[in-house]
């Protein structure tokens, strides 16, 4: 099993542009996420899902969209490039989102908006 | 206030010292509780659950304090390779939703030297 992959693993952008982040897992995973990691700040939840054609809000879904056709793929679409959106892009699945369930993280993407 | 606190260190700790992190959470509601490795430049990986009663995993001591709500690591003779970033992880329902989610600190940082 490849497990989470994430592509691209770095990415830079100019304000404004719009790109979208990939995300995959062949483990018949449930529950995707997309989560950004910032210094000082621990990880925030941006978007979730769980299941194909479920989507809902994390902790700061602004300036983002998902969508979940397939259970396998989570794409992380950024509407407008804004520099606040300079970040680490970390997306994770797990079986499902019940308490003992272990979330397995994708390498991240190192994003940088100028 | 953050929901999930860490002492972001570094702890600078020699070969084969005993360290202890703690990590204190505000939402009474909170389920489940984790311990989550991040070496740097990588993603997060499960170091281990946290239960009520404590659990130990080799040199890693996980102990949950409800009334107190906070959640400690101890990590026995310590090793070289254990070198990187704790995150305490705290997995709460979300509203009325059903639905769950993991609040991550910030991470503290441990340094072992020769």
């Known amino acids: 099993n490849a497990g989470v992959t994430q592509t691209p693993k770095f990415q830079v952008l100019k304000t404004g542009q719009s790109m979208t982040l990939q995300c995959a897992q062949d483990?018949?995973?449930?529950?995707m996420s997309w989560y950004r990691q910032d210094p000082g700040m621990g990880l925030r939840l941006i978007h979730y899902s769980v299941g194909a054609g479920i989507t809902d809000q994390g902790e700061v879904p602004n300036g983002y969209n998902v969508s979940r056709s397939t259970t396998e793929d989570f794409p992380l679409r950024l509407l407008s490039a804004a520099p606040s959106q300079t970040s680490v892009y970390f997306c994770?699945?797990?079986?499902?989102?019940?308490?003992?369930?272990?979330?397995?993280f994708g390498p991240g993407t190192r994003l940088t908006v100028t | 206030r953050k929901e999930v606190e860490q002492d972001p260190g570094p702890f600078n700790v020699p070969e084969g010292a005993t360290v202890a992190f703690n990590c204190t959470y505000s939402n009474s509601a909170s389920q489940s509780f984790f311990w989550y490795r991040q070496d740097c430049r990588k993603e997060p990986k499960l170091l281990m659950s946290v239960y009520s009663s404590g659990n130990e995993d080799g040199r890693f001591t996980a102990q949950l304090n409800r009334a107190s709500q906070y959640i400690s690591l101890l990590i026995r003779d310590s090793k070289l390779s254990d070198s990187a970033t704790y995150l305490c992880v705290v997995r709460y329902l979300m509203g009325d939703t059903g639905r769950r989610a993991l609040t991550f600190g910030s991470g503290t940082r441990l340094q072992v030297q020769p």
């Open positions: 994770a699945s797990s079986y499902s989102s019940g308490a003992a369930y272990e979330q397995y």
């Open positions: 483990m018949n995973h449930e529950y």
